[in-house]
């Protein structure tokens, strides 16, 4: 109890700061508080934990339903970790390995137009991402250049703007709505779940595709992941509003509005989720070692340690 106190100690300016940057204002000082002391503290007392008992570079999966907060969250994780247990610790997130637009855009062309819309499963760079992972394994660490993606301009960054990694992380979390998804059956595949699916992906070209990657590049991926923690949303309606609340955050750190959604292209653009957002609520809330449940409030119901 008294290391959990001296971490709260420790560690509480620095997140309060963290929250009013993030413009999280939406929380009461004690709702905040509460957070920390009974979700944040012990998940990263977990973490550090695992990252003793594995004796080298700790790989973490962190996922969620679009819009519950797994980014903050992961962000929060990072100031602990970072601060009270002094680590060296990389937060990445699997948006940032998003294909370029000329690539999507050959991918529509050559595929299924579907796949010009970055998010499923085959719209990520995931070599990158295994090359990430394998330079950390490496005996001897050099600096290596990760990419970050803007999705106000929906284009990853020119390489002058990538990130530095100029340490070996002792702890990586990789962040992102699909980390850690699972294929589904062709059983499963064929039947359509949305408008979206029914009437524009009637030969199943799409969905089988992403489900494709999933049984190979993402399964391999995934498997270099020593755990998971997931963010377990209610119900898939409340990525609308969440996702509301994302643009919002968007449409105010953004100079351009060009590639901000507007409500009717945020509905349909859910929908590009919903498969996959549905089938991980019913794995990872199985399988995964940590599970955040949230409320539809956005509140956190409790926490799930499995391992």
């Known amino acids: 109890m008294k290391k959990t106190e001296d ?47 594995k004796g080298k570079t700790l790989f973490l999966g962190f996922s969620g339903g679009q819009g519950s907060g797994k980014t903050t969250v992961a962000k929060i994780l990072k100031i602990i970790l ?21 690539d999507r855009n050959e991918m529509s062309h050559t595929i299924h137009p579907l796949f010009k819309i970055r998010g499923v499963p085959g719209t990520h760079d995931i070599s990158l991402v295994k090359k990430f992972f394998d330079f950390i394994k490496k005996k001897n660490f050099k600096k290596f250049k990760l990419p970050k993606f ?39 595949i064929n039947k359509p779940i949305n408008v979206l699916e029914k009437y524009e992906d009637k030969h199943l070209i799409w969905r089988k595709y992403a489900n494709e990657k999933l049984k190979k590049e993402y399964k391999k991926l995934f498997a270099m992941i020593d755990h998971f923690i997931f963010m377990k949303i209610p119900n898939f309606n409340v990525v609308y509003e969440w996702r509301l609340l994302q643009e919002s955050k968007l449409r105010k750190k953004s100079h351009s509005s060009k590639k901000i959604m507007s409500y009717n292209e945020i509905k349909r653009f859910i929908m590009f989720y919903e498969r996959i957002t549905l089938q991980m609520i019913k794995d990872l809330s199985k399988s995964a070692s940590v599970v955040i449940f949230l409320k539809t409030n956005h509140k956190i119901k409790k926490i799930l340690f499995r391992l």
């Open 150 to 188: 803007d999705k106000s301009m929906d284009e990853r960054l020119k390489k002058k703007y990538w990130s530095n990694i100029k340490k070996r992380p002792e702890i990586v979390i990789l962040e992102g709505w699909c980390v850690g998804a699972k294929p589904q059956s062709n059983s499963i």
């Open 7 to 53: 971490c709260f100690l420790k560690v509480k300016d620095d997140y309060l700061k963290f929250l009013s940057k993030e413009k999280i204002f939406d929380k009461s000082r004690a709702t905040k508080i509460k957070s920390l002391k009974k979700t944040y503290i012990p998940i990263s007392f977990w973490i550090e934990n695992k990252y003793k008992k």
């Open 82 to 102: 970072k601060k009270f247990f002094k680590r060296e610790i990389y937060v990445s997130s699997i948006d940032d390995f998003y294909k370029t637009l000329k």
